[in-house]
């Protein structure tokens, strides 16, 4: 079956970097599409960056998003962190009209 999962959150303090990391099985990974989404408390679901099999996409400066397709796994570089930026963080892919998600890894960025 399809798994996502996410790892690299955690507790940092403002200005500080974090890569998150999105291990996969189950699908295709190379043909489908892959995105980081976060939600914060209280919150919708936000989009931050999203890839296509073509290549890599960016949603802002601060946060890249890279995919290795060899390992089936999704990467996030967040870097000058602010307390905003708190959220659950979460992967999900899209092939065709199927889709699905991780359950999320924390990240809390605060003094």
């Known amino acids: 079956q399809v798994q996502l999962v996410e790892s690299g959150g955690g507790l940092v303090q403002p200005g500080g970097s974090l890569r998150l990391s999105c291990a996969t099985s189950?699908?295709?990974?190379?043909?489908?599409?892959m995105s980081w989404y976060r939600q914060a408390p209280g919150k919708g679901r936000e989009l931050v960056a999203r890839?296509?099999?073509a290549g890599d996409e960016s949603m802002e400066g601060r946060f890249t998003i890279s995919r290795d397709n060899a390992k089936n796994t999704l990467y996030l570089q967040m870097n000058s962190l602010k307390p905003e930026d708190t959220a659950l963080y979460l992967c999900?892919?899209?092939?065709?009209?199927?889709?699905?998600w991780g359950r999320g890894t924390q990240v809390t960025v605060s003094p």
């Open positions: 890839t296509s099999p």
């Open positions: 189950g699908f295709d990974f190379r043909a489908a599409d």
């Open positions: 999900s892919m899209r092939l065709g009209v199927f889709d699905s």
